[in-house]
Nanobody, 118 residues
Framework: VQLVESGGGLVQPGGSLRLSCAASGSIFGTFTMAWYRQAPEMERELVADLTSRGYTNYAESVKGRFSISRDNAKNTMFLQMNSLKPEDTAVYYC?????????????WGQGTQVTVSS
């Protein structure tokens, strides 16, 4: 499985962006899809995740502003980001963990830069 993110860019505070993560292979069975981000000189942190059972989880800092979703037919995951703040500036990474026949596989995208600045 290869993951390719898109949708990053420069946006003013209060603006919106929608990130996409397209998976080249099939994601099936038991899996978790997630968005992480990493700001300069900071550790990578979980932003939001979505399980194969449909459960979602968000970092406190983005609750009520960000929304994670998935288009099964297009094998694509999204992160809708609203009311963006300068502290949301980071490289955003797509992540998938898939469990198949008792084995766990993890995949990362290459990252997409999000910059929130006036």
């Amino acid at each position: 499985v290869q993951l390719v993110e898109s949708g990053g860019g420069l946006v003013q505070p209060g603006g919106s962006l929608r990130l996409s993560c397209a998976a080249s292979g099939s994601i099936f069975g038991t899996f978790t899809m997630a968005w992480y981000r990493q700001a300069p000189e900071m550790e990578r942190e979980l932003v939001a995740d979505l399980t194969s059972r449909g459960y979602t989880n968000y970092a406190e800092s983005v609750k009520g502003r960000f929304s994670i979703s998935r288009d099964n037919a297009k094998n694509t995951m999204f992160l809708q980001m609203n009311s963006l703040k300068p502290e949301d500036t980071a490289v955003y990474y797509c992540y998938v963990r898939q469990e198949v026949s008792g084995l766990s596989y993890t995949y990362w995208g290459q990252g997409t830069q999000v910059t929130v600045s006036s």
